[in-house]
């Protein structure tokens, strides 16, 4: 999710505190908690911040924190395992019986068993069956939840076991030598990133999106491999990490200086994943408003002519995670598109990972989504163009793969695939 420098505070109150102050998909909660200065263990969250599901599930033990970033944000180190067919540990066969009510045989390769498909598609039906908007008699939205069962309560367990958000220690490297002990193995991506932020710096944390579309780059890698990829909106890296332990080289883009630091750290953390395949993830700027790469040589994060045209010449896969908030940035990422594509040598295929979030207006006094409907709208636009030079191609792709990670796969998640196919 990129970074939005356009959000003013005002910007933020006013225009989205009704987006992220009553989410039915629940990716994202508005914080406002009053915390002592004195309990450093427990970050202070003010108001119109905004916080991702992804770092809900806080761990059995939090460790001091005493490390900021250059903004004078909490900066958090948090674990990823990748689930991997062929070493099933057993704390992950006790997470797959409590989500899905009973054991599956061992994947291989690419495949989904059948009964572990069906057990998925039954979870997510009594997910969507239990969910149902109302309106009090003020006009409020009620969500009411299906109960909680013991398997739920054991499976968020085995979740909290899992991700391990982890306070950075300045100066305290030796603090987490456990930590890096346990996570040392190839099958964890570590990502540094914050947690409730503004609007305008969600792209520091981690999206459930962006999981998704690892899913489909670990189920599809052979499509993804050895090809010259683009990403937009990049965030805290997390997507390219994973492209880049398959393709050749990877192009993580974003804006904002902070930030994109944050992202070339996390390429650090994990080089270990991509050396095997030969991968490199190269950290550049890209801003959407623009509409040339930024080349000055004293910008940190600046394209070289040759970097420019090694794009151009080779880049086959374009690809952006939850970067659909706000309408703006919807327009100027679809002209970002148009303008890329036809700059390429060759076709382009292009995927776009989202999550709709459903929202009560007081103007529509109805429960919408007007960000995505705004996506849909940008997307039909783009198939209808009458260009001579490429033609647009677009649809949506079947949440029917593997999951690789550990995340709520709900069914707000979608993934759009376009095909940008040179006519002449």
Not at 323 to 330: N, Q, R
Request: hydrophobic share 35%.
């Amino acid at each position: 999710m990129p970074v939005n420098r356009r959000a003013s505070h005002s910007f933020v109150t006013e225009r989205h505190r009704g987006l992220f102050g009553c989410c039915r998909s629940s990716s994202c909660r508005h914080i406002m908690v009053d915390v002592s200065e004195e309990e450093m263990d427990n970050p202070t969250f003010k108001s119109d911040t905004v916080l991702s599901d992804v770092h809900l599930h806080c761990p059995n033990k939090r460790h001091l924190m005493a490390r900021l970033n250059a903004v004078g944000q909490p900066v958090f180190l948090s674990y990823f395992k990748l689930l991997r067919s062929t070493e099933v540990s057993a704390s992950e066969k006790r997470l797959r019986e409590a989500t899905t009510g009973g054991e599956c045989q061992d994947r291989s390769g690419d495949e989904l068993c059948d009964k572990d498909r069906n057990n998925l598609k039954k979870e997510r039906e009594l997910n969507i069956e239990g969910v149902e908007a109302l309106l009090d008699n003020d006009g409020d939205l009620e969500v009411v939840r299906r109960p909680r069962s013991a398997s739920d309560s054991e499976a968020e367990d085995l979740l909290r076991d899992r991700v391990h958000p982890v306070i950075l220690m300045k100066g305290k490297e030796d603090a987490f030598e456990d930590e890096e002990r346990e996570c040392a193995c190839s099958d964890v991506v570590k990502i540094e990133h914050t947690m409730a932020t503004p609007l305008e710096d969600v792209g520091k944390q981690v999206w459930r999106a962006a999981f998704l579309l690892a899913d489909y780059i670990l189920f599809k890698r052979e499509t993804f491999r050895c090809c010259s990829v683009l990403e937009l909106g990049g965030g805290t890296g997390m997507t390219s990490i994973i492209m880049g332990t398959v393709a050749k080289r990877v192009y993580c883009t974003d804006v904002g200086e902070d930030l994109l630091n944050m992202c070339k750290q996390n390429i650090a953390l994990n080089k270990h994943l991509m050396e095997r395949g030969g991968g490199e993830v190269k950290v550049k700027e890209l801003d959407w408003l623009k509409d040339e790469f930024c080349t000055d040589p004293e910008a940190l994060y600046s394209w070289s002519e040759e970097e420019i045209a090694d794009l151009h010449d080779h880049c086959t896969v374009i690809m952006a995670a939850d970067v659909f908030y706000d309408d703006d940035l919807t327009d100027a990422l679809f002209r970002t598109l148009y303008r890329i594509t036809h700059n390429l040598r060759n076709s382009c295929t292009v995927y776009l990972a989202l999550e709709k979030r459903l929202n009560f207006t007081l103007r529509h006094m109805d429960v919408t989504c007007e960000a995505y409907s705004h996506f849909r709208n940008t997307l039909n636009d783009l198939e209808n163009l009458r260009d001579r030079k490429i033609k647009y191609t677009a649809e949506p792709v079947k949440l029917d793969f593997c999951q690789f990670l550990v995340y709520e796969r709900i069914e707000q998640l979608e993934l759009w695939k376009i095909i940008a196919e040179q006519l002449t």
